[in-house]
Nanobody
Framework: VQLQASGGGLVQAGDSLRLSCVASGRTFSSGAFGWFRQAPGKEREFVVVVRKQDNKRRYADSVKGRFTISSDSAMNTLYLEMTNLKPEDTGVYYC????????????????????WGQGTLVTVSS
């Protein structure tokens, strides 16, 4: 499975941005598909994920109410709509896919994901 993320850029605080991630190669009818991010000098962290089997979504507290995850019907393309962006949202955003069916509590764990995209940089200026 190859994941190609795009849509990053330089925006101002309060602006919106939409990221996309296209999955190609082998795809899975089950599993999970989501976004993580890594701020400069920090470890990569969970942002949001959607589990395919039940379309259940889980958001990090820091982005609830501002970010929305969506996908096409086949879940081959994943989107991340980001609104009211803050400087602390700055980082490289990675899409990730799991071929398994992680339980809800395991969804934020990076070890649950088998495939990673190359990342797209989002910079939010104050």
């Amino acid at each position: 499975v190859q994941l190609q993320a795009s849509g990053g850029g330089l925006v101002q605080a309060g602006d919106s941005l939409r990221l996309s991630c296209v999955a190609s190669g082998r795809t899975f009818s089950s599993g999970a598909f989501g976004w993580f991010r890594q701020a400069p000098g920090k470890e990569r962290e969970f942002v949001v994920v959607v589990r395919k089997q039940d379309n259940k979504r889980r958001y990090a507290d820091s982005v609830k109410g501002r970010f929305t995850i969506s996908s096409d019907s086949a879940m081959n393309t994943l989107y991340l709509e980001m609104t009211n962006l803050k400087p602390e949202d700055t980082g490289v955003y990675y899409c990730a896919a799991s071929a398994r069916n992680p339980i809800y509590s395991y969804l934020p764990d990076q070890n649950a994901y088998d495939y990673w995209g190359q990342g797209t940089l989002v910079t939010v200026s104050s």
